[in-house]
């Protein structure tokens, strides 16, 4: 397979996703758009060997073929199309190897652990998942600098908390809680609950409670982001939009009250495309 055919894979698979993403990888040019599309479709494809395995496949094994390939990735022998994609702009953009190492190990903690206790091991799995894929992202902008890089790290651990907390009553019917252990015993709401979808005081205390969380990240990143030159913080216009989208989510779930045991909480197309464009246009013009 060609690079360019490579290319056209990732593009249509980022683009079926359907992600929050996607809108605002429209604003980057050709060349780190690509290199975006390409990104997402690696850590969606290793996502989905856990989370949504082919009938009759080991996620153990297909995690296994990630990681041979990703090594193939830097040896320059990839195989798969996402990978002979992937080898193009890691090469391009010297995205170092450890990243998407960390992002293998933070899917597989997903074969092992269905609880996490504290919240310091929630941050470990928010780190790798979502953290990372921030860090990875910097090398597409262009801006690695430490307090960029105190932004990525912030920033994706705050979009990682809006999707836990989006996805509370989801990962409930699969046996999943990720919310800390240790808050559900402090706001005296115990696991049975949650498993079975409770609404109660104590379950929106909780809500609450990791919500603060949540904001407080974003404000973490964006007190990094208004250290940075002005240059730094027009190479972030993406993340920026990214930003603009999730914590409208969050934002989304506190007015419903933390009613995130019925449909999924999400913004419209329309929406998220009027986010995108006036964080752009803000951005270019400010």
């Given at each position: ?5 490579a ?5 249509a ?5 359907g ?8 604003f ?7 290199a975006?599309?390409t990104v997402y ?18 996620p ?14 830097y040896?320059g022998?990839p ?10 702009h ?41 953290s ?15 307090r ?11 979009f990682?908390?809006?999707?836990v907390?989006?996805?509370?009553g989801?990962?409930?019917t ?5 919310l ?11 696991e ?18 990791e919500?603060a969380r949540?904001?407080?990240?974003y ?5 990094a982001?208004?250290?940075l030159?002005?240059?730094e ?6 993340a ?19 009613q ?18 006036g ?8």
């Amino acid at each position: 397979m060609t690079a360019a055919e490579a290319q056209a894979y990732c593009t249509a698979y980022t683009k079926k996703s359907g992600s929050n993403f996607y809108y605002s990888f429209l604003f980057l040019p050709k060349a780190r758009r690509e290199a975006m599309y390409t990104v997402y479709a690696f850590c969606k494809a290793v996502d989905s060997a856990v989370d949504e395995p082919p009938a009759g496949s080991n996620p153990q094994e297909e995690l296994k073929r990630w990681r041979n390939e990703l090594d193939a990735v830097y040896r320059g022998t990839p195989t798969y199309p996402i990978t002979v994609s992937l080898a193009h702009h890691v090469k391009a953009l010297s995205i170092p190897k450890a990243y998407f190492e960390e992002l293998i190990k933070g899917v597989e903690m997903d074969l092992f652990n269905n609880r996490y206790v504290t919240f310091d091991e929630l941050s470990l799995y928010c780190y790798r998942v979502a953290s990372v894929v921030g860090l990875i992202c910097l090398h597409i902008f262009g801006v690695t600098s430490p307090r960029a890089q105190d932004y990525a790290v912030d920033l994706g651990m705050a979009f990682q908390m809006t999707n836990v907390l989006r996805d509370v009553g989801t990962d409930a019917t699969l046996g999943r809680i990720y919310l800390p252990l240790d808050d559900l015993r402090a706001c005296k709401y115990p696991e049975k609950a949650l498993l079975k979808q409770t609404y109660s005081p104590e379950f929106k205390k909780l809500m609450q409670q990791e919500t603060a969380r949540a904001h407080h990240y974003y404000e973490k990143a964006h007190a990094a982001l208004i250290g940075l030159s002005r240059q730094e913080r027009r190479a972030l216009t993406v993340a920026e939009i990214m930003r603009g989208i999730y914590s409208r989510i969050l934002k989304k779930i506190e007015r419903s009250d933390y009613q995130v045991f019925g449909p999924r909480i999400s913004l419209s197309t329309t929406h998220r495309m009027a986010i995108a464009l006036g964080i752009w246009l803000r951005s270019r013009f400010s």
